[in-house]
């Protein structure tokens, strides 16, 4: 009895401790705040068709942690923390799916890019397609020139053929004169002032084949200055026919004049002996215009030939400018204002590296193939690179480039006065820099062939 | 005459009986012991803020940046005044924000990277009519 009397206090002591140290330790269960709307948050994500099945890894870790932060706890520390920590989470995992949802537009956004490169290279073939048919319709121009000089060469045949019958006339007048002593001396100065005005029509012919040998030669380089030379040969064939028709006149002006003179027969009579001898000169003069004729009329042969020259020269314009375009062709080359742009190869450079590959070694011996034919055009060679790196050794590294280019061009023989090259550094990406791709297409050299000189053609 | 066999046992400590003591004892055990520092978790904090700083998070998630590092700051305060348990805490919450602004600085670099790739198209569109309105 004595020991019961003893424990029932000391029960009722460990019962109040015990009370003591749950009321310590374990205060009532507290519902987590803040974990509604972390659920909420994640049920967005979830139900967003574009980001819910990006980041699956992540969206389940975020899953995990929204459960623990639903627990109820009975620390409060614990069950804020457990909620910050699933918000994070729910943050990681829509992050994480915009980043890939993101990478996955970029497939789309390439093909875009690719789609408008081939349109623009279509569109480039057009225009080369249309200059060429320029040049075309430039070629049927020049036939036509070639026509109207022709024409021309006409024209001047039938003026020399003018100016022998115009000598016939003249040795007629010649002979009238002999006939008649009395008017002889008189007659036989207007004979001999008919021939000298023969002679100078004759001139005339030979100046307007001259102007047809001109005409022929300025087509080719103008086809305006060439029309323009035409009508002058054209109005002066036509002043050449005129002064051919005053002589004529000139002549039945003497022929009456010598009719008149026939009258005062008495007064002639006397110095007939002297007017035999002059109408002896009047016949040599008479056979010197002929032989003049004759001379018109080799020049205007001299002038057929001459057109059929440049007929042959506008044929050799003709496959010279097929060639040229064929040529431009096998180099891809882009035209732009400055003149025709060559990019060599997009894999011609390594990283970091100046030397060539034997890849570009085809493109460049056609560069320099191109300037041994084109003697007149010169080159500018422009060397780029990647962004990798600093800006400063970046434009050493494309002038050495442009450098080796320029160095190879000179080693086929093409005089290094008619090569520029200059390093561009990273300042001109043809690509993005973020892909290997792209900065492969970034190491590249740029040669520009300048258009042709204007005086040359 | 079993309980005067070992009078010591049931009343040795100042009166009290011998459960009274194991519960005092399991108590102290659970609330009052020091449990050793979070150095893993402070590690794996320190670890993350320095990937996020070398990701460039300070130009692209710098708020999420300066939290992950206030935070490791209480935490490095909350162990040095042997609050364990809370300091333990503080580094995962400072490892989980400097994992969050590693993800949003990973989002930034791709959308730069997308409107630069979209630009790029617009200069290639906008060249092509500009050279079919010169030449047509």
Do not use: W
Not at chain 1, 198 to 211: I, L, T
Not at chain 1, 393 to 399: A, H, R, W
Not at chain 2, 35 to 56: F, H, M, N, S, V
């Amino acid at each position: 009895m004595n020991v019961t009397t003893h424990t029932l206090p000391n029960r009722l002591v460990a019962l109040a401790v015990a009370a003591l140290i749950f009321s310590a330790c374990a205060t009532a269960p507290v519902k987590p705040d803040g974990a509604v709307e972390v659920r909420a948050k994640l049920t967005r994500l979830e139900s967003n068709p574009d980001l819910a099945t990006r980041a699956p890894d992540a969206l389940k870790e975020a899953e995990a942690a929204v459960a623990v932060a639903e627990i109820p706890q009975t620390d409060r520390e614990i069950a804020t923390s457990n909620v910050y920590l699933a918000d994070r989470k729910v943050d990681i995992a829509a992050s994480r799916a915009k980043t890939k949802f993101l990478e996955d537009q970029r497939t789309m956004i390439a093909q875009q890019r690719d789609k408008a490169r081939l349109d623009q290279r279509t569109r480039e073939v057009e225009i080369g397609n249309g200059r060429l048919a320029v040049a075309h319709d430039q070629l049927a121009d020049k036939d036509l020139q070639v026509q109207v000089a022709r024409a021309q060469v006409g024209a001047a045949n039938a003026s020399a053929a003018n100016s022998q019958a115009e000598a016939g006339a003249a040795n007629l007048s010649a002979a009238n004169a002999q006939a008649d002593a009395g008017v002889a001396r008189q007659s036989a100065a207007n004979s001999q002032a008919e021939a000298g005005i023969a002679r100078q029509s004759a001139a005339n012919s030979q100046a307007d084949a001259g102007a047809a040998r001109q005409s022929a030669a300025n087509f080719q380089a103008e086809a305006g200055v060439a029309r323009q030379s035409a009508a002058n040969s054209k109005a002066e064939a036509g002043a050449a026919n005129l002064s051919a028709a005053n002589a004529q006149a000139d002549a039945g002006v003497a022929r009456q004049s010598a009719a008149n003179s026939q009258a005062e027969a008495g007064v002639a009579r006397q110095s007939a002996a002297n007017s035999q001898a002059e109408a002896g000169a009047a016949n040599l003069t008479a056979a010197n215009a002929q032989a003049d004729a004759g001379v018109a009329r080799q020049s205007a042969a001299n002038s057929q030939a001459e057109a059929g020259a440049a007929n042959l020269a506008a044929a050799n314009y003709k496959a010279s400018a097929a060639d040229l375009q064929h040529q431009l062709d096998d180099l891809h080359a882009k035209p732009t204002d400055h003149g025709m742009v060559i990019t060599l190869g997009d894999v011609m450079f390594g990283s970091s590296k100046a030397e060539l590959r034997t890849s570009v070694v085809p493109n460049l011996d056609r560069v320099v193939a191109f300037l041994t034919r084109y003697p007149d055009r010169t080159v500018a060679i422009a060397g780029f690179t990647d962004n990798r790196g600093s800006s400063d050794y970046n434009l050493g590294l494309s002038e050495r480039r442009a450098n080796t280019v320029k160095v190879y061009l000179t080693q086929g023989g093409v005089d290094p006065r008619r090569i520029t090259s200059a390093g561009m550094g990273q300042s001109s990406p043809v690509a993005d820099n973020e892909s290997s791709e792209g900065r492969q297409q970034n190491r590249r050299v740029e040669v520009t062939i300048s258009n042709a000189p204007a005086a040359s053609r | 005459m079993r309980s005067h066999t070992n009078p010591s046992l049931s009343r040795g400590l100042g009166g009290l009986p011998t459960c009274a003591v194991l519960a005092i004892l399991a108590v102290l055990a659970a609330c009052a012991s020091t449990p050793p520092p979070p150095t893993a978790q402070l590690t794996a904090a320190r670890t993350a803020i320095g990937d996020a700083e070398k990701a460039d998070a300070g130009r692209y998630a710098a708020p999420e940046l300066t939290e992950a590092r206030n935070k490791l700051t209480d935490a490095n305060a909350a162990v040095g005044q042997e609050h364990m348990e809370t300091g333990g805490r503080l580094a995962e919450q400072s490892r989980v924000e400097a994992d969050l602004a590693m993800s949003k600085t990973a989002e930034a670099k791709a959308a730069s990277v997308n409107d630069e790739m979209l630009r790029s198209n617009a200069a290639i569109v906008e060249e092509m009519q500009r050279k079919a309105g010169a030449q047509p």
